[in-house]
C-alpha cells in the first residue's frame, strides 16, 4: 500500500544553526544579503488608464504594484534592517496587508525594465487612452512625444489585428 507509506513518514526536523548569533557582524549581514531576492523584470496586467500615461510620465502609479515577498521581514530586527536596507536601495516600498496580518514590499511598475501585458479585449481602451491627449487643442500644432516604455507585450492574435494601431504608436510616441 503505497499511499500508507506517505502518511507515516517520520516529520523532517529543521536544525537551527545555534552558533549563528555568536557569527561576526560582518559575516552575519552577508548571510541576510545572500538570503535576499534576486529583482527581475516583472510582467504588469493591470493598466487601467496607463495609455495616455505611456507619453506623459513614468511617475504614474496607474499600473498596480506588484508584492516582492522578502521572508527577512519576520525573522529578527538585524535581518530586518538589512530587509529594508536593500528595498530602499530599489526603491521598494513597505506596506502591511491587514487581510493576511504580515508585512510585505511593494514595487513599482519601471517602464524601461517590466513589461505591460494588454490582452485582446483591453486593446481598443489601451489604444484609445494613448490618443486622449491628442485633443483638441494640439491640433495643426507639432508635438514631439517619447515613450518610456521599453516593453510592451500583447498576444499574436491581438498583434495580428492591431498593426496599424502600432504603427501609430511608433509615430506618435517612438521610444
Not at 105 to 119: E, N, S
Amino acid at each position: 500500500d503505497n499511499y500508507g507509506n506517505i502518511f507515516h513518514q517520520k516529520p523532517i526536523i529543521l536544525e537551527l544553526f545555534h552558533l549563528f548569533p555568536d557569527l561576526p557582524p560582518e559575516i552575519r549581514e552577508r548571510i541576510w544579503s545572500e538570503a535576499l531576492p534576486t529583482l527581475r523584470p516583472t510582467l504588469y496586467f493591470d493598466h487601467r488608464g496607463c495609455g495616455a500615461e505611456i507619453c506623459v510620465s513614468h511617475e504614474s502609479g496607474l499600473v498596480r504594484p506588484t508584492r516582492v515577498e522578502v521572508p527577512l521581514l519576520v525573522v529578527n530586527k538585524e535581518a530586518r534592517h538589512i530587509a529594508l536596507t536593500w528595498a530602499e536601495k530599489r526603491g521598494l516600498r513597505l506596506a502591511f496587508l491587514p487581510d493576511q496580518q504580515k508585512l510585505t514590499l511593494l514595487r513599482d511598475f519601471d517602464y524601461t525594465y517590466d513589461g505591460l501585458y494588454v490582452a485582446s479585449k483591453d486593446w481598443d481602451d489601451f489604444f484609445n487612452e494613448l490618443f486622449l491627449i491628442l485633443g483638441d487643442d494640439i491640433k495643426g500644432k507639432q508635438v514631439m512625444m517619447a515613450s518610456l516604455m521599453k516593453n510592451l507585450i500583447i498576444s499574436e492574435t491581438c498583434l495580428e489585428n492591431v498593426v496599424s494601431d502600432l504603427k501609430l504608436i511608433y509615430i506618435y510616441a517612438p521610444p
